[in-house]
Nanobody, 121 residues
Framework: QVHLVESGGGLAQAGGSLRLSCVASGTIFSINAMGWYRQAPGKQRELVAGITSGGSTNYADSVKGRFTISRDNAKNTVYLQMNSLKPEDTAVYYC???????????????WGEGAQVTVSS
């Protein structure tokens, strides 16, 4: 059993910053790619940023230059530093991690419960 728990969401003013964290716990052999997705009301869930186990990153065009994804492999944690926030960044942010629970197991994507981020203008 694996659990992902996000923290750090909340309310920010436009131009402000927030930092999201996501910790994976449970039966974990290895964690491959990790990422952050978001879903705004009435919209589909979209990828915000991803990071491989080796540290390579990718970002949605809408957040490039403003958001930074990082991870601490020793802590099974992924972070999303969000700067220069805009009202259109308002959404529920979900953490996703591709985890292998045993040496011979397949990699499975796990999701957190989501963290609300609200940016006021």
């Amino acid at each position: 059993q694996v659990h992902l728990v996000e923290s750090g969401g909340g309310l920010a003013q436009a131009g402000g910053s927030l930092r999201l964290s996501c910790v994976a716990s449970g039966t974990i052999f290895s964690i491959n790619a990790m990422g952050w997705y978001r879903q705004a009301p009435g919209k589909q869930r979209e990828l915000v940023a991803g990071i491989t186990s080796g540290g390579s990153t990718n970002y949605a065009d809408s957040v490039k230059g403003r958001f930074t994804i990082s991870r601490d492999n020793a802590k099974n944690t992924v972070y999303l530093q969000m700067n220069s926030l805009k009202p259109e960044d308002t959404a529920v942010y979900y953490c996703c991690a591709h985890i292998t629970s045993g040496h011979y197991d397949n990699t499975t994507p796990y999701w957190g419960e989501g963290a609300q981020v609200t940016v006021s203008s």
